[in-house]
């Protein structure tokens, strides 16, 4: 990352990890447990910096990822939502042995389509289920599938207080594309816990695991993060800072300490 970009994202940070005073207090805490939810009904815009480096025979290795997802709900009725959610991914691979694997350009795009009540259950749950969909969008082939994926994702949590529990899971088969290109078979499985204080702070810690059934491995990031409402005129965003442990990955794949900073824009109705 460019000396600039992290002055600019150092600089964010400072100013919005400084608790803000709203008059509207209510709101500003009513959002900050919607974006805990992913089923929730806000449109939401976050854009999501990843940095990792490799090891094993790739040691020096450091992939940077701008993730876009826009998350937009749509109400079908007076019972049900359809909460739409799209990962786009911008990356740049640098430092592999192989220059073939050091480009940058756009990666593959998954969508995630919940179907999802609009009122918790009698228990307290709130839940959504429908179909992911990933799209061979990539620019250069080191950085897709060349593949078209298709399967399930649920997610399901609850709200009590302060305090957000859930779990969202979902797999993909590949179901056309390059037939020289190995088929997608992973499951996703990403459990998450946080804590809203009263001056609208977001603590959390949560991971992001895959398994592949074609390699029979695990990726397993464990993400502790702390993020902080504030406005900017009328514009309504979060500024959130992770540190990022992978405890578990492929012998060449991502190892040691990551980090993980999201600016997420919020458009509440």
Same mark, same amino acid.
């Given at each position: ?5 992290? @002055?600019?994202?150092?600089a ?6 400084t ?7 209510d ?5 900050a ?10 449109? %939401?815009v976050?854009?999501q ?5 490799? !090891?094993?025979t790739?040691?020096?290795? %450091? ?5 876009i ?5 749509? %109400? ?7 909460? %739409?959610?799209?990962l ?6 640098? /430092?592999?042995? +192989?220059s073939?694997l050091?480009?940058? &350009?756009?990666?593959? @795009? @998954?969508?995630?389509? =919940?179907?999802? $009540? ?5 228990? !307290?749950?709130?839940?959504?289920? /429908? ?16 593949k078209?994926?298709?399967? $399930? ?8 207080? #302060? ?10 088969? +590949?179901?056309? &594309?390059n ?7 992973s499951?996703?499985?990403? #459990?998450? =816990?946080?804590?809203t204080?009263?001056?609208?702070t ?12 074609k &390699?029979?491995?695990?990726?397993? $990031? ?5 993020g902080?409402?504030f406005?900017?005129?009328?514009q309504?965003?979060? =500024? ?8 578990? +990955?492929?012998?060449? !794949? ?9 600016? @997420? ?5």
């Amino acid at each position: 990352m460019k000396n600039r970009e992290w @002055t600019y994202f150092l600089a964010l940070g400072a100013f919005a990890l400084t608790p803000a005073t709203w008059a509207q207090d209510d709101q500003a805490a009513e959002l900050a447990k919607k974006l805990a939810n992913p089923v929730a009904s806000l449109i %939401s815009v976050p854009l999501q910096y990843n940095y990792d480096t490799y !090891g094993g025979t790739n040691d020096g290795a %450091s992939v940077s990822r701008l993730v876009i997802q826009p998350v937009i709900p749509f %109400s079908l009725n007076d019972d049900w939502n359809l909460i %739409s959610r799209t990962l786009i991914p911008l990356v740049d691979q640098k /430092g592999f042995p +192989s220059s073939a694997l050091n480009e940058s &350009g756009l990666g593959d @795009t @998954t969508a995630s389509l =919940f179907f999802s $009540p609009k009122a918790p259950t009698a228990d !307290g749950w709130i839940w959504g289920a /429908g179909p992911v969909l990933l799209l061979p969008t990539a620019t250069k082939d080191a950085l897709g599938t060349e593949k078209w994926g298709l399967g $399930p994702t649920a997610v399901a949590l609850k709200q009590s207080g #302060p305090w957000t529990v859930g779990v969202l899971a979902g797999h993909i088969w +590949s179901v056309a &594309g390059n037939d020289h290109r190995n088929d997608v078979n992973s499951t996703t499985l990403q #459990p998450f =816990f946080s804590y809203t204080t009263k001056t609208h702070t977001t603590m959390g810690a949560y991971t992001e695991s895959a398994y592949d059934w074609k &390699g029979k491995q695990w990726q397993v $990031p464990l993400i502790v993060q702390v993020g902080q409402l504030f406005k900017v005129g009328p514009q309504i965003m979060q =500024f959130a800072v992770a540190g990022k442990y992978w405890a578990e +990955s492929p012998d060449n !794949g991502p190892q040691g300490w990551g980090l993980r900073m999201q600016l @997420t824009l919020l458009f509440p109705k």
